[in-house]
């Protein structure tokens, strides 16, 4: 790994004039994703500005229908917390299977999305629950904030601070893992809302997407059968050793369904 | 260079070292704790668990200086007294190793386990064990090793 100057900064707005005066500065959170991308020299920061104590970027909370989670907040954390459980369990499952009990400990929920690694899980939450994305300077909709394969709408000083989910009345995720990796080969959020059902699609293509097709279905019919013959397109989804097009496009469908019937 | 300074299994340490120094070479090269073994060195094996806060992680995914002020605790500070903490005789007993490689790895992962429920079933255990490969047990004795320390613990 290339060495490089290491920041600990004490507030939000120390590490903001950090990154700023830095060449090419990165921020450090978990670092499950940054230091494995950094040790294949795939990363080659200048400086590193770690924000995982952030007293700003901690604390769960619920605020008028809708959870807002704090961007240095461990994928165990949210597993763990009670008030997550309560307003949005699904959203507790889906971090209970993020890589492995390590890598929850450590890997925080701002690092996930800011990464946007295609077959990450969580950026499939942030869209079906209608997310929105708290930074230090403004506040991003998810589906303006994924735009493309590890590509976000953040600026290169700009930090996140917080991820606020709408509760819904129901929502259940389920993955298709990568059986060594845990990473999503397809991976499906479902979410009734008041306003309509959300469908989620995170590892089946570059970029979380919405199945909008299978939501219409859904607001008819809230049941998996509403779903049979319903699928997305294979044309823009990911061939790779793991999976064809088609075979993500299949699973699609199948994760969809699972994550309908285990709504209840 | 960086200064850091830590708790390592109960003692204070400090070190001088580069910013992109892990923890895992910290201990082993530094502190000489080489009980803390690096396999793959790119977070999926487990072999460099150790604790961080009470916390199971990565040594080989996490760096020194995010240690810096840290409780750490390596496989070296398991045991007390001379006695072989409770999940190290039970990995004995049960045949919970071969080769051993492996092993600072899972004790570690198994004693976090083991500090969050007092009585996991068979199934928690393996899934729990997911960032921890074995190449020579196939895992069972593992797993029979670690419900038979949580035994031992409860009772």
């Known amino acids: 790994m290339q060495n490089f100057a290491f920041h600990r900064p004490k507030s939000l707005s120390e590490a903001v004039s950090a990154l700023k005066q830095a060449d090419e500065g990165k921020l450090l959170s978990g670092g499950q994703s940054l230091i494995p991308v950094m040790k294949l020299n795939l990363a080659?920061?200048?400086d590193l500005v770690c924000i995982s104590s952030l007293d700003e970027l901690r604390g769960i909370r619920t605020e008028a229908g809708r959870l807002i989670i704090g961007a240095a907040t461990t994928h165990g954390e949210v597993d763990a917390s009670a008030e997550v459980k309560t307003a949005i369990p699904a959203l507790a499952d889906l971090a209970a299977g993020i890589g492995d009990p390590q890598v929850r400990n450590r890997g925080t929920l701002g690092g996930s999305i800011a990464h946007n690694d295609p077959a990450a899980d969580y950026p499939a939450a942030v869209v079906a629950l209608d997310g929105e994305i708290a930074t230090d300077r403004r506040t991003i909709k998810a589906e303006a904030f994924f735009s493309g394969m590890f590509e976000t709408?953040?600026?290169?000083?700009?930090?996140?601070?917080?991820?606020?989910?709408?509760?819904?009345?129901?929502?259940?995720?389920?993955?298709f893992p990568n059986p060594a990796s845990r990473f999503a080969v397809v991976g499906v959020m479902v979410a009734q809302h008041k306003s309509g059902t959300r469908v989620a699609v995170v590892g089946a293509g570059a970029n979380v997407f919405r199945a909008t097709d299978m939501e219409k279905a859904l607001d008819g019919s809230f049941d998996p059968s509403a779903l049979d013959g319903v699928a997305v397109s294979a044309d823009e989804l990911t061939t790779d050793l793991q999976a064809s097009a088609q075979y993500r496009a299949h699973l699609?469908?199948?994760?969809?369904?699972r994550a309908v019937a285990a709504c209840g | 260079m960086a200064t850091v300074s830590m708790r390592v299994n109960g003692k204070a340490v400090s070190a001088d070292v580069e910013p992109a120094t892990l923890l895992a070479e910290l201990l082993r090269e530094k502190l000489g704790l080489t009980g803390t073994h690096v396999g793959c060195d790119t977070s999926q094996c487990g072999a460099c668990v150790v604790h961080v806060g009470g916390k199971s992680v990565k040594s080989c995914t996490m760096l020194a200086v995010e240690a810096d002020g840290a409780e750490v605790k390596t496989i070296e500070g398991l045991a007390e007294n001379g006695q072989l903490h409770p999940v190290q005789e039970a990995f004995r007993e049960h045949h919970?190793?071969?080769?051993?490689?492996?092993?600072?790895?899972?004790?570690?992962?198994?004693?976090d386990l083991l500090a969050r429920t007092?009585?996991?079933?068979?199934r928690e255990i393996r899934d729990w064990l997911e960032g921890n490969l074995c190449r020579c047990t196939g895992y069972h004795n593992i797993v029979k090793a670690v419900q038979a320390a949580a035994r031992a613990g409860r009772e």
């Open chain 1, 153 to 175: 709408a953040l600026d290169d000083d700009e930090i996140i601070v917080a991820v606020s989910f709408a509760v819904p009345d129901r929502a259940a995720y389920a993955k």
């Open chain 2, 96 to 111: 919970g190793l071969q080769c051993g490689f492996c092993t600072p790895g899972m004790i570690m992962s198994a004693v």
């Open chain 1, 44 to 46: 080659a920061p200048s």
């Open chain 2, 118 to 122: 007092s009585d996991p079933s068979e």
């Open chain 1, 252 to 257: 699609v469908t199948v994760m969809a369904k």
